[in-house]
């Protein structure tokens, strides 16, 4: 079983550019928030800072990711990417914890209204995640990776924040000291959005790691593409799990009963060449033959009854 080195090259190279445009926008934000008397700003700096760790680990999970199988590791290497992603997600959501603790306490001492600058790189920032979002989320489509699709939503989820940031400085900006906890009430959203984001992060690549089915309509075209291949009778079942950015297929087929072993064997394997022919998602398939009318089960997932 060996990874398709392109797709995982084309993910590289996305991802090295997010990592260097997060890491400009970090600076970026870090030193205007710094300078301009924004904690939100700065804030949402830190929060780019996770995306640039992110990024990082993404480039190692891929690298790490489209290593061939071994002895060792007979499916690949495809999970160091999700686990990493895991790790990353988990110091995300302390991470934003952190802000919303410090944004409390600062309520109590609201700051000065921020300069002028903070709002320019704040409305900046924001066009920059949107290019971001948007080339990210078309990329991680056309090479299938949930990775890169939930660090496209991450970006999305940015916007947000960084428009939580713009609206607390501009109603300091225009209101005065009046408004001076805006800047905190900024920063307390900005740290629940990194909660919420990793929440889901985590609690997405932990189902993929406790071997999730694959989505329904990856199951349904491997049905559809079996059951119209000349000599198959029907499928049985059809279970998988996730690996990085391929899915692992276990496909139970139904065949005549009276059909030789040898044609048969030769059958599943041309079935199996055809589905992974036509679905460069799936990397491996494991064909398990049944006679027609003795299956265990129609529902894909359900093991069904056990022999004796």
Known sequence: MTPNTHEYGTALRATLVILL???????????????????????????????????????????????????????????????????????????????????????????????????????????????????????????????????ALNHKSDMAATTCVLVGAGAMWLGGPAWGAADSYATIAVGLLMVTAAGREIYSVSSELLDQIPPPEVVENIRRLAVGYPGIHGVDRITGRKSGIYYLIDLHLEVDPEMPVLQAHYLGHQVKDWIMATMPEVVDIVVHLEPEGQATSSQAGDPGPMDP
């Open 21 to 151: 445009l997060n890491l400009s926008l970090c600076i970026a934000k870090l030193l205007t928030g710094w300078l301009g008397h924004s904690f939100a700003l700065i804030a949402d700096g830190i929060n780019n800072l996770t995306d640039v760790g992110v990024s990082a680990t993404l480039l190692l999970g891929f690298r790490l990711a489209r290593k061939p199988a071994d002895a060792q590791h007979p499916y690949g290497h495809g999970r160091i990417e999700q686990e990493l992603s895991r790790l990353v997600s988990i110091f995300v959501l302390v991470t934003g914890g952190g802000i919303i603790w410090e944004a409390v306490k600062r309520l109590e001492s609201p700051g000065q209204p921020p300069a002028g600058a903070v709002l320019v790189v704040a409305f900046l920032s924001i066009g920059v995640k949107f290019s971001m979002f948007v080339g990210l989320q078309r990329v991680a489509r056309r090479i299938r990776s949930g990775a890169l699709a939930a660090d």
